[in-house]
């Protein structure tokens, strides 16, 4: 009875390590970009990418921060700085091709890319996208 109390302790510290690994990796594994509130609120993305030291990205941000709050009803806004981003925002960067800096993914209701655009643009173009992106 002893030898079996033993033999189920050691199977339990060689088991449990490796199950627990794999169940949290499996969570990991979900793409960021289909977890969170724009899932469950049915919202259109708009996806951020730059650097704190990016002169484009200092003026596309002087653009983009004034129109947040007239679309933050209608559409989800996430930054990710290219420099410090998690695992799952590299993933993003990833999956989007992001290799220059700033980056717009501009994400439908369904989590479909319906335009990329890279540097900095005027406010009524960038506008004229949202307004796009916030009625489709």
Do not use: W
């Not at 484009?56 to 933050?72: I, Q, W």
């Not at 290799?99 to 439908?108: A, G, I, Q, W």
């Not at 335009?115 to 506008?127: F, Q, W, Y």
């Amino acid at each position: 009875m002893k030898n079996f109390k033993n033999i189920f302790i050691i199977f339990a510290i060689l088991v449990f390590p490796v199950v627990l690994y794999y169940a949290m990796k499996s969570a990991s594994a979900e793409d960021p970009q289909m977890t969170g509130a724009a899932v469950t609120a049915n919202k259109p993305q708009v996806i951020d990418f730059s650097s704190e030291l990016c002169l484009e990205c200092k003026h596309l941000k002087a653009v983009l921060d004034p129109l947040e709050p007239k679309y933050s009803d209608k559409i989800i806004f996430r930054k990710i700085m290219v420099n410090s981003a998690s695992p799952e925002e590299q993933k993003l960067m990833k999956k989007y091709n992001v290799s220059v800096v700033p980056t717009l993914v501009f994400l439908n209701r369904q989590g479909k890319v319906v335009r990329v655009t890279e540097g900095s643009m005027p406010k009524n173009e960038l506008e004229g996208y949202l307004k796009k992106l916030s009625n489709g």
